[in-house]
């Protein structure tokens, strides 16, 4: 229902609505108005009829009688006689019209002076007003019907006019990269709706030349970056298995692996991101969490300074469906700053059924800074990484539902934990 409130036709047709009833009830009040003042002119005009008649015929008849019906009444006082008969509120009343409530019936009162007489002409205002009262019930059921008669047409005209945008939404919606992009502006007339189904037709297609170059970068990325990455590791293997090289020259190319190892990782884990799940469908794989964060531990003990120590609890061992390396380039996220950023002290990693935290008591971060953390290329006070991993750790948690939430103390560590979603396929080994 609130989508329909919020609708344009709901709006359109509110407006015929409003705008019926708004003509229905000007015509009503301008209909009663002028019934009133027609129904007074009548009453008037026939007053004025019976005083004529009454003076032309006591000009010929001195005797002649006043009008005594019941619509019309008359009254004549002379001045200086005694007035028994007349009602006292009609001789305080001067030479005019007049509305005059008499043993609570309205009357409309003409009173003339003549001749040294004063006359007094009544008209019973009952039938009138019932009369007026039955108009204006037939103005009010007139104004209703009118007013529903206004929001029906509305409603149908909205529709006809809505139907194209509709139609025009329903296509741009259902529009897929490899579609036919004219056929979103087809059947449309050359109007106001015509033109912007042909700018959404211009857009599409630079969107399918975007997703084309898009899909070439990836292969190309996916070809050129991995390939010498896995010469280097090749040759670095080779260079371990040679017996006469030293510890310095084995440290450095244990960090040459290392290096070569989260290269790998981040390029696969970009590649995966830069791929559209409607272009591709995505890996689903069965995660050990706590599998992979053991290991995570052990590939990243080589950033612990010696008065750093390391605590492990596995208070649940969930399986988490998703792609292993997107998983894994979190995990090690977290656990990575943890590490090189506590120079004393200990990092606690828990796992539960749903949750992943990773607590240190290392340098903290800015109270100014821990909102920036997740963008794009921020690197912090003190920061030695390339501001990419933060950001990356935000991108595949978007993808797959999960939550990052990181609270720290400057000064007193930092607290990182990873929600996963429900949605995930969680399960307890």
């Known amino acids: 229902m609130s989508n329909v409130r919020h609708s344009l036709r709901f709006r359109l047709a509110t407006t015929f609505f409003l705008f019926g009833a708004s003509i229905s009830l000007l015509l009503s009040m301008g209909l009663s108005f002028a ?26 008849n001195p005797q002649a009688l006043l009008p005594a019906t019941v619509s019309v009444r008359g009254f004549v006082h002379k001045q200086g006689d005694a007035a028994a008969d007349i009602p006292p509120e009609l001789l305080r009343l001067t030479p005019g019209k007049h509305e005059l409530l008499l043993d609570d019936i309205p009357y409309r009162v ?75 502006a087809k059947g449309f007339d050359d109007n106001e709706i015509g033109k912007l189904a042909g700018v959404f037709g211009g857009y599409l297609t630079r969107m399918k030349a975007f997703i084309d170059r898009e899909r070439a970068f990836t292969l190309d990325v996916s070809h050129e970056l991995r390939t010498p990455l896995a010469i280097v590791q090749g040759a670095v293997e080779l260079m371990e298995g040679d017996n006469t090289l030293g510890n310095k020259q084995r440290e450095r190319l244990a960090r040459i692996t290392r290096a070569n190892r989260e290269m790998t990782g981040i390029t696969s884990a970009l590649l995966l991101m830069a791929r559209e799940e409607t272009l591709a469908e995505p890996v689903v794989q069965n995660c050990d969490v706590w599998k992979l964060v053991a290991d995570t531990v052990e590939a990243h003990r080589y950033l612990l300074n010696e ?109 990182a934990r990873l929600i996963f979603a429900k949605s995930s396929a969680l399960s307890t080994g």
């Not at 509305?154 to 741009?172: C, Q």
């Not at 909102?371 to 990419?388: A, C, E, V």
């Open 307 to 415: 008065t750093t120590t390391v605590e492990l609890a596995c208070i649940s061992q969930p399986h988490i469906e998703a792609e292993r390396t997107l998983l894994g380039i979190v995990v090690a996220n977290l656990i990575r700053n943890a590490f090189a950023y506590t120079d004393s002290g200990k990092v606690s990693i828990a796992l539960e059924d749903d949750t992943l935290t990773v607590t240190d008591t290392g340098r903290g971060i800015p109270e100014q800074e821990i909102g920036k953390i997740f963008q794009r290329q921020f690197k912090g006070s003190g920061s030695t990484g390339s501001g990419i991993g933060l950001s990356l750790v935000k991108r595949i948690c978007d993808r797959y539902g999960w939550e990052a939430v990181i609270k720290s103390s400057p000064g007193h560590g930092t607290s």
């Open 110 to 184: 003409a009173v003339f002076d003549r001749d040294g007489e004063r006359y007094f002409m009544l008209f019973n205002e009952i039938q009138q007003h019932h009369r007026e009262q039955e108009f204006l019930v037939y103005l009010v059921f007139g104004a209703l019907i009118a007013t529903l008669m206004s929001a029906g047409i509305g409603w149908f005209l909205a529709g006809r006019v809505v139907a194209p945008l509709t139609e025009l939404a329903r296509r741009v919606s259902a529009a897929k990269p490899e579609d036919e992009v004219h056929e979103v």
């Open 35 to 60: 019934a009133h003042n027609l129904g007074e002119h009548l009453m008037d005009e026939t007053l004025s009829a019976e005083m004529d008649d009454y003076l032309f015929r006591r000009a010929r």
